[in-house]
């Protein structure tokens, strides 16, 4: 199917599907036309890209990801280092939660202290 086509079928701008082949994360045949070709499986890829886009990986991880996903949610199956690299991105989302609870306590202490 031409990237319009997969655009319309995944609710995804042209310009966004191009970004994804560039990060390596859909591919994508060229026909001599220069038109670009996705298999019917792009349409559960995108899918499984944007998922894990909403998980909130970013496209460097997707791309590593991605081999082990399976169906649209998707599912992740054991591949090489799948763990290790979700282990490390909850550890820097919980990094991320404990430095912005400090950066709210001290902003309330500052608003408890500007209404004396």
């Known amino acids: 199917m031409k990237i319009g086509e997969l655009s319309h079928r995944t609710g995804v701008s042209q ?3 191009r970004y994804y082949e560039q990060q390596g994360l859909l591919a994508s045949e060229r026909a ?3 038109y670009r ?3 019917e499986d792009a349409v559960t890829v995108v899918a499984q890209i944007r998922n ?3 998980a909130g990986l970013n496209t460097e991880t997707i791309r590593t990801v991605l081999p082990c996903a399976r169906g649209e949610l ?4 054991p ?3 799948l763990l290790a690299t979700l282990r490390t991105q909850l ?3 919980d990094d991320r939660l404990a430095c912005l ?3 709210r306590t001290a902003l309330a202490t500052y608003l408890t202290a500007t209404q004396r």
């Open 91 to 93: 550890a820097a989302i």
């Open 74 to 77: 998707p599912v992740l199956e």
């Open 79 to 81: 591949c090489s280092d």
């Open 32 to 34: 001599p036309s220069g």
């Open 52 to 54: 894990l886009l909403a």
């Open 37 to 39: 070709y996705y298999s």
């Open 101 to 103: 609870q400090q950066t």
């Open 15 to 17: 310009r966004l599907l």
